[in-house]
């Protein structure tokens, strides 16, 4: 499994030092007992900072058309939809997030920040035990996953505390990763993501998370982003969110030929039902 899984990651993104068997193990036993893992410089530190300036110098140039962006994703993915910086702001939330599907083309400006985390996705699968590659594409139950790439701007920057899995949802709980490429203390001044603990314990992860870190955590275990307040950048972070495709999406007419548009608009609304 190991061989691989290091296989399956480009060779300069992990850091050189780190035993992979160790730290697969370690991250199972501190997941279970806390609901987080904190892995410290787990990505070398080229890589860390290809993507740190990557992310920057996207945002620096798309959060200026803020106005001119549609209203950013949370939910309701259809099966081959575009790849979407959307941005908003409301009392559940105030962030630019970009979307990046694995059926497209990967998005050039972002290519090592995409790259990253679908290696990371596939490191979560090993922790959580789950096949490799589980989630990669899209799965019969409509399982997949896809990068999202956020931005908390300065000045309140935010998203309310939520948990991702509930026992009674009919889908299987999954640990999230978190790459933080901006820092608290550094390029904002407070807020970052909070967890709560399995000790009932609220933490400020983003207190203890350096450059080339990651964190592991449960989706089930609540968390937020408190207001970032002032700074140099914002926060800014991604992770491949573990998610499901709207199943009326993957239905569609396949062969058009002969078929009365009467009947197309029919098909079209029985499959929406
Ligand atoms: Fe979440």
Not at 34 to 50: P, R
Not at 116 to 138: A, K, P
Request: proline share 4%.
């Amino acid at each position: 499994m190991f061989e691989k899984l290091r296989s399956k990651i480009p060779i300069d993104i992990l850091n050189k030092e780190i035993d992979l068997e160790n730290f697969i193990s370690k991250a199972r036993i501190e997941i279970d007992k806390n609901g987080y893992f904190i892995a410290k410089k787990l990505i070398s530190n080229e890589w860390y900072h290809s993507c740190r300036k990557e992310a920057i110098e996207y945002f620096n140039k798309y959060s200026c058309k803020k106005n001119d962006l549609p209203t950013a994703l949370r939910g309701n993915v259809s099966a081959g939809m575009a790849d979407l910086l959307g941005y908003e702001k409301n009392t559940a939330w105030h962030l630019f997030r970009y979307c990046g599907f694995r059926w497209n083309k990967p998005n050039i400006e972002l290519i090592k920040v995409l790259e990253t985390s679908h290696s990371l996705s596939r490191i979560r699968n090993v922790i959580y035990g789950n096949d490799l590659e589980y989630g990669d594409f899209i799965e019969e139950n409509n399982f997949f996953t896809y990068t999202s790439l956020s931005l908390y701007p300065l000045g309140g920057g935010f998203l309310n505390k939520h948990i991702d899995f509930k026992p009674s949802w009919n889908i299987k709980p999954m640990i999230h990763f978190k790459v933080e490429l901006t820092h608290k203390g550094k390029d904002y001044n407070n807020g970052g993501l909070y967890l709560t603990d399995k000790s009932n314990n609220s933490i400020c992860l983003s207190d203890y998370v350096d450059p080339t870190d990651i964190i592991f955590f449960e989706g089930s275990q609540p968390h937020e982003i408190k207001p970032t307040g002032s700074g140099k950048l914002g926060r800014i972070a991604f992770f491949e969110i573990p998610a499901s495709v709207i199943p009326s999406s993957r239905k569609c007419i396949y062969s058009g030929d002969g078929i009365s548009f009467p009947k197309k608009v029919l098909i079209k609304i029985i499959n929406l039902l």
